[in-house]
């Protein structure tokens, strides 16, 4: 069964803080990494998606890969209290394709 | 990316009533949509695969006969829970996948049912 583990948290940090967010799975085959993130009460928006080995950043997110240690992160920089939300990371299966597994979601929070 | 709503945002029924979530793709279409529940403190679980005239593709463990599917139009997706009792109370969230095909998923607002 594939299996996609996140610490459920809470995180805090302080406002202007780096938040690093972490993620693993089970399935060696998966091919495409994504972390959403979920407002409480709201459905999930995609904010990272990331597909080889590597860091990838966009603005102030940072996604990291190591498939061969099954590993991936978030990283946000400069941490506003707007960011205070559970982070869902999300994995295909082997093949490809649409059908995600998501962990349970960490829940980060940002102190003023 | 995708624009996906959803109708209604919430909604409260008596138990053994049916109630119907659509899910409607604004601004492409969409040959298949997932339906994803809910529950509170919880991951996101794929309940079935919707997919444009044919039949729906159902997770295991999901009763196909109480959550059914419709897929009439590419621009439309409509889960009816059937019967709906208690347990059924859940935030269901419909979503199409973007073009490229690889994982990428867009959600619509998401409809919470509560079952009394």
């Known amino acids: 069964q594939k299996e996609v583990e996140q610490n459920s948290g809470p995180l805090s940090v302080p406002e202007g803080a780096i938040a690093s967010l972490n993620c693993t799975y089970s399935?060696?085959?998966?091919?495409?990494f994504f972390w959403y993130r979920q407002y409480s009460g709201k459905s999930p928006e995609l904010i990272m998606s990331?597909?080889?080995?590597g860091d990838k950043e966009d603005g102030r997110f940072t996604a990291q890969l190591n498939k061969a240690s099954q590993y991936v992160s978030l990283l946000i920089r400069d941490s506003q209290p707007s960011d205070s939300a559970t982070y869902l990371c999300a994995v295909n299966g082997e093949g490809g394709g649409n059908k995600l597994t998501f962990g349970t979601g960490t829940q980060l929070k940002v102190e003023l | 990316g995708a624009v996906v709503s959803q109708h209604p945002s919430w909604v409260i029924c008596k138990s053994g009533t049916s109630v119907k979530i659509e899910c409607r793709s604004l601004?492409?279409?969409?040959?298949?949509m997932f339906w994803y529940r809910q529950f509170p403190k919880q991951s996101l679980m794929l309940m079935a695969t919707?997919?444009?005239?044919?039949?729906?593709?159902?997770e295991q463990g999901v009763e196909k006969d109480k959550f059914l599917i419709n897929h009439a139009s590419l621009t439309l997706s409509t889960l009816t829970v059937t019967s709906a009792h208690p347990e059924d109370s859940s935030f269901y969230i419909c979503?199409?996948?973007?073009?490229?095909?690889?994982?990428?998923?867009?959600f619509g607002e998401g409809s919470r049912l509560t079952v009394l």
């Open positions: 399935d060696r085959g998966s091919q495409s």
């Open positions: 990331i597909y080889s080995n």
């Open positions: 979503s199409v996948p973007g073009l490229a095909n690889t994982g990428e998923l867009f």
């Open positions: 919707s997919n444009e005239g044919s039949k729906a593709t159902y």
């Open positions: 601004d492409f279409q969409a040959t298949t």
